[in-house]
């Protein structure tokens, strides 16, 4: 399993959320770059970057602070919000982004979905975040009637390969992953599945590692110091 430290922006600063309310926006760290070689000291391979000011705005925001991340560290770069269009898409492939998952569009324009995956293939991911288990869009601002599995089927027979689930409600509560509707999903689709959010302590990557699942998104428990980076990445190895 893929250990994938994060670090969400707003304003090009690190900063974390708690259930993705923005009003509870917390700075965490005085450096992206700083904290990604911090990241790669510990052992890391990946880190999973969102553009909070990207979900919200509909656009790309702060896209050369990823770009920075992914050309001045070994880290291979995923990255989310504010991707709408192929443009956008195109604009991260060719400048050393390793995967781009694309959300609200998914459920709202998954037309865009099928020509990414045609075109860039296993570059693009799908963010599935859900709330009560069906799929919120937008910066979690808006619900949806759409049940996150029925969403992760069809954006499988599109040919997406990886699938990274958000439980909101656990989101940034260090509460522990919601490791049944992870299984569940797991066991529905055969994408790759990495679980975010609510991951808290070893004992939780553990939990994930035992249900096969492709990764393990950690950003507040990370911050907070309730889980040692190295030792994730080394339990996961």
Request: proline fraction near 2%; include cysteine; aromatic fraction near 6%.
């Amino acid at each position: 399993m893929i250990i994938f430290p994060a670090i969400d922006i707003i304003d090009s600063k690190p900063v974390r959320l708690f259930k993705g309310d923005f009003a509870t926006a917390e700075q965490v760290a005085d450096d992206v770059l700083e904290t990604a070689n911090g990241f790669v000291q510990a052992g890391a391979e990946w880190v999973h970057m969102v553009d909070l000011d990207g979900s919200l705005k509909k656009e790309r925001v702060n896209s050369q602070t990823f770009v920075d991340v992914a050309a001045q560290t070994p880290l291979k770069v995923e990255i989310g919000g504010g991707i709408r269009t192929m443009a956008d898409i195109d604009f991260y492939a060719n400048n050393g982004i390793s995967r781009v998952i694309l959300g609200s569009v998914a459920l709202k324009n998954p037309a865009l979905v099928e020509q990414a995956v045609k075109e860039f293939g296993e570059l693009i991911a799908v963010g599935i975040d859900a709330k009560n288990g069906f799929v919120a869009t937008e910066g979690w601002t808006e619900g949806s009637d759409t049940h996150y599995i029925d969403l992760a089927k069809q954006m499988e027979a599109m040919g997406v390969k990886t699938i990274i689930y958000t439980d909101i409600s656990k989101d940034g509560t260090l509460s522990g992953p919601n490791v049944e509707q992870l299984t569940a999903l797991n066991e529905a689709v055969s994408c790759d599945i990495t679980a975010s959010g609510g991951v808290t302590n070893i004992d939780d990557i553990v939990a994930l590692k035992d249900k096969n699942l492709y990764g393990a998104i950690c950003g507040k428990s990370i911050y907070k110091g309730t889980l040692d980076l190295r030792q994730a990445v080394e339990v996961c190895k």
